[in-house]
């Protein structure tokens, strides 16, 4: 097993990925937006109005410029504009354990097909399902350690807070085979 392959063995990242919903993960620039539709019709037991709409689309493509960079960078504080809660922490975890590891990721996000699925009485809170198609790899500086190519479905909840929505839960469904 090649050394690399030996650090990422030992911090389980390949089931801590899968597990905390980010399997493996290519980079494309900070600054290019993932590709989201955004689907509200079967949104209940609350109808989803457009600027709902328009905010939920825009707030989660930045939460995933920020992770994308969080996980490129090692850097958490990337983090806190766009996610609270579970999805922080697991996320702030990763980083950590990245860094430990002295490994990166990098993530090609290829498109985002987003349902919502619940939007409460109040307006307070959204669940999403996310079929994300990514291109991911692992880095020791600039070696690609590891690469994959899959499509994953999340599950997102996201909040109401400040002045936008942000990410509270992010994760991935059992893969089924």
């Known amino acids: 097993m090649?050394?690399?392959?030996?650090?990422?063995?030992?911090?389980?990242l390949g089931a801590a990925l899968a597990g905390a919903g980010l399997p493996l993960l290519k980079t494309m620039?900070?600054?290019?937006k993932p590709a989201i539709q955004l689907n509200v019709e079967?949104?209940?037991?609350?109808?989803?109005?457009?600027?709902?709409?328009?905010?939920?689309?825009?707030?989660?493509?930045?939460?995933?410029?920020?992770m994308r960079s969080a996980l490129a960078?090692?850097?958490?504080?990337a983090l806190k504009d766009d996610f609270i809660g579970f999805a922080q922490e697991n996320l702030a975890q990763r980083v950590k354990d990245q860094q430990q590891a002295g490994l990166r990721t990098r993530i090609v996000d290829r498109g985002?097909?987003?349902d919502a699925i619940f939007y409460s009485t109040d307006g307070s809170a959204i669940e999403l399902r996310d079929t994300v198609t990514l291109d991911?790899?692992?880095?020791?500086?600039?070696?690609?350690?590891h690469s994959d190519h899959a499509q994953i479905?999340?599950?997102?909840?996201?909040?109401?807070?400040?002045?936008?929505?942000?990410?509270?839960?992010l994760e991935s469904a059992p893969e089924t085979r």
């Open 153 to 169: 479905q999340y599950f997102v909840i996201m909040t109401g807070a400040e002045d936008r929505w942000k990410v509270r839960v």
């Open 73 to 77: 960078d090692n850097n958490a504080g």
């Open 2 to 12: 090649r050394p690399g392959m030996k650090r990422i063995a030992a911090l389980g």
């Open 42 to 66: 079967n949104a209940a037991p609350r109808q989803v109005d457009d600027s709902v709409k328009q905010a939920i689309a825009r707030d989660y493509t930045t939460a995933w410029q920020s």
């Open 29 to 32: 620039l900070a600054d290019t």
């Open 112 to 114: 985002h097909k987003v």
């Open 136 to 145: 991911t790899d692992i880095l020791d500086g600039d070696t690609v350690l």
